[in-house]
């Protein structure tokens, strides 16, 4: 399959640890990214090259890629990090995920 | 600083044409691949268009190869999107983006120029 599967949602309480997975067809053989979109705003970009974080991006974000599934993971979770979230694999189409909405309440 | 302020959507009839440009700031320019991302109202990030370093090198998605033209100049610091044949699903708000240093992502978006293609 060509797609990228998110979950429409996820929540988290605050404090705690928030995973938002992606799984594609052998996605674990390609670079996988993932930004926040927060409404109105362009994405900001958290994760790079499977696990790495761009300067800037607290450390609670983390990355993780194998076998079939992306995972974004959000330790810590505060209310400022209510957003969308979009994994992107890195390919020759730059496929992105539908997006997960991420509501920490 | 890093900035990428795009201009050019607006309104269109299905069927039009539009161009939309990107003016970029704070970085070397001619260092780096760019692109075009949209997103539809309410809906997710989807890949428009690549260009390498030099503009000699483009690609597109299948949704819009052979209707938008992807170009750039690099005296003027200007990224450049020209859409023809314009469809009611082209509806998005057209972001630019930057390619990283080693590349695997995109590390700065501009803010967006919203394109309504409708009668």
């Known amino acids: 399959s060509s797609e990228l599967t998110q979950p429409p949602s996820v929540s988290v309480s605050p404090g705690q640890t928030a995973s938002i997975p992606c799984s594609g067809d052998k996605l674990g053989d390609k670079y996988v990214c993932w930004y926040q979109q927060k409404p109105g705003q362009p994405p900001v970009l958290v994760i790079y090259?499977?696990?790495k974080r761009p300067s800037g991006i607290p450390e609670r974000f983390s990355g993780s890629n194998s076998g079939n599934t992306a995972t974004l993971t959000i330790s810590g979770t505060q209310a400022m990090d209510e957003a969308d979230y979009y994994c992107q694999a890195w390919d020759s189409r730059k496929r992105f995920g539908g997006g997960t909405k991420l509501t920490v309440l | 600083e890093v900035q990428l302020v795009e201009a050019g959507g607006g309104l269109v009839q299905p069927g039009g044409s539009l161009r939309l440009s990107c003016a970029a700031s704070g970085f070397t320019f001619t260092s780096y691949d760019m692109n075009w991302v949209r997103q539809a109202p309410g809906k997710g990030l989807e890949w428009v268009s690549s260009?390498?370093?030099?503009?000699?090198?483009?690609y597109y998605a299948d949704s819009v190869r052979g209707r938008f033209t992807t170009s750039r100049d690099n005296l003027r610091n200007t990224l450049y999107l020209e859409l023809n044949s314009l469809r009611a699903e082209d509806t998005a708000i057209y972001y630019c983006?930057?390619?990283?240093?080693?590349?695997?992502?995109?590390?700065?978006w501009g803010q967006g120029t919203l394109v309504t293609v409708s009668s």
């Open positions: 983006a930057k390619d990283r240093p080693s590349g695997y992502a995109w590390d700065y």
């Open positions: 090259q499977d696990t």
């Open positions: 260009i390498g370093k030099s503009g000699g090198s483009t």
